[in-house]
T-cell receptor, first 107, second 114 residues
Framework: KNEVEQSPQNLTAQEGEFITINCSYS?????LHWLQQHPGGGIVSLFM???GKKKHGRLIATINIQEKHSSLHITASHPRDSAVYIC?????????FGAGTRLTVKP | KAGVTQTPRYLIKTRGQQVTLSCSPI?????VSWYQQTPGQGLQFLFE???????NKGNFPGRFSGRQFSNSRSEMNVSTLELGDSALYLC?????????????FGNGTRLTVT
């Protein structure tokens, strides 16, 4: 079992839909990151969380430390949100990554 | 402010050769971390440098090494290249380093080993 599990692996949505991507982890962490990767490889850091909830525009990220679970929500999804979303957990000495969720938003 | 710059963008090498990749962090950032991304293994942490010292290292063989200079620029070296080293190599810089500092990624160097 991977230490960082993301679901779903693939997600197709219609423009305007509310989207949720989940991340569960089994190791102790000091922070959790949500990353966005577009075709071509560039990665953008969306959020860094150690507790609670953060919001940036249409994106919301939450984390439950006790349950070792985080969610990334996208409200009013748009085709430009199409990308791979990666959950990464940061321990004291390293960083471990989920396999990513490939999101396609259709107009 | 300029972003994280990685050079070169693309590289083709032959098995057995060595390669050096470069990463220039955002001005003022003292931490640089390196990652390997392959279709099979996804993203994996290689190592992190902070103020010219390697602070953390992932589970990679000794053929993978790096260093950081006094201006925070970092280089990663892979010796005796293997076909399996073909990957996208990404670096990221942060102000204070792990843990708990937001990461700023470069666009990566795509290495192909033939």
């Amino acid at each position: 079992k991977n230490e960082v599990e993301q679901s779903p692996q693939n997600l197709t949505a219609q423009e305007g839909e509310f989207i949720t991507i989940n991340c569960s982890y089994s190791v102790g962490i000091s922070a959790l990151h949500w990353l966005q990767q577009h075709p071509g490889g560039g990665i953008v850091s969306l959020f860094m969380l150690s507790s609670g909830k953060k919001k940036h525009g249409r994106l919301i990220a939450t984390i439950n430390i006790q349950e070792k679970h985080s969610s990334l929500h996208i409200t009013a999804s748009h085709p430009r949100d199409s990308a791979v979303y990666i959950c990464a957990v940061e321990g004291d000495n390293d960083m471990r990554f989920g396999a990513g969720t490939r999101l396609t938003v259709k107009p | 402010k300029a972003g994280v710059t990685q050079t070169p963008r693309y590289l083709i090498k032959t098995r057995g050769q060595q390669v050096t990749l470069s990463c220039s962090p955002i001005s003022g950032h003292r931490s640089v971390s390196w990652y390997q991304q392959t279709p099979g293994q996804g993203l994996q942490f290689l190592f992190e440098y902070f103020s010219e010292t390697q602070r953390n290292k992932g589970n990679f063989p000794g053929r993978f090494s790096g260093r950081q200079f006094s201006n925070s620029r970092s280089e990663m070296n892979v010796s005796t290249l293997e076909l399996g080293d073909s990957a996208l190599y990404l670096c990221a810089s942060s102000l204070a380093g792990q843990p708990n500092s937001p990461l700023h990624f470069g666009n990566g160097t795509r290495l192909t080993v033939t």
